[in-house]
């Protein structure tokens, strides 16, 4: 079975500014909240996605790719571009694989933010 592997692409930056801008204990909450929202976003893609809602795929993308973006998960932000140019080329074969690296690779920066707060950011 084939099982593919990608790293979480982390730049720590923007975790460590919003932690200076807010404090720890605010910048906690913020963290969680969007957090939460990501691994939902996640969840909400493959189910449009398998129903076949091509605009509804499209926002939760590009709603991901937001969120990452401020969280600094850099290959979250360059997949979701990837699922982006599938739904514009209209390659459904394509589409369907990079929406599921979006779903790898996107549960491991979420963990990989955890195993950050661990170690204190």
């Known amino acids: 079975m084939l099982a593919p592997?990608?790293?979480a692409g982390l730049d720590p930056q923007p975790l460590e500014a919003i932690f200076a801008r807010l404090g720890p204990s605010e910048a906690e909450n913020a963290l969680c909240r969007?957090?939460?929202?990501?691994?939902?976003?996640?969840?909400?893609?493959?189910?449009v996605h398998a129903?076949?809602?091509?605009s509804d795929t499209r926002r939760h993308v590009r709603e991901l790719g937001g969120i990452a973006?401020?969280?600094g998960m850099s290959s979250v932000v360059r997949i979701s571009e990837d699922v982006l140019t599938c739904l514009e080329d209209g390659d459904l074969v394509a589409l369907s694989a990079t929406v599921a690296r979006l779903g790898r690779v996107g549960e491991r920066s979420l963990y990989a933010i955890w195993d950050m707060e661990d170690q204190g950011v």
Request: with cysteine.
């Open 34 to 47: 969007a957090m939460e929202e990501l691994a939902y976003r996640l969840g909400e893609l493959d189910r």
């Open 51 to 54: 129903e076949g809602r091509w």
């Open 5 to 7: 592997f990608e790293k």
């Open 69 to 71: 973006d401020c969280l």
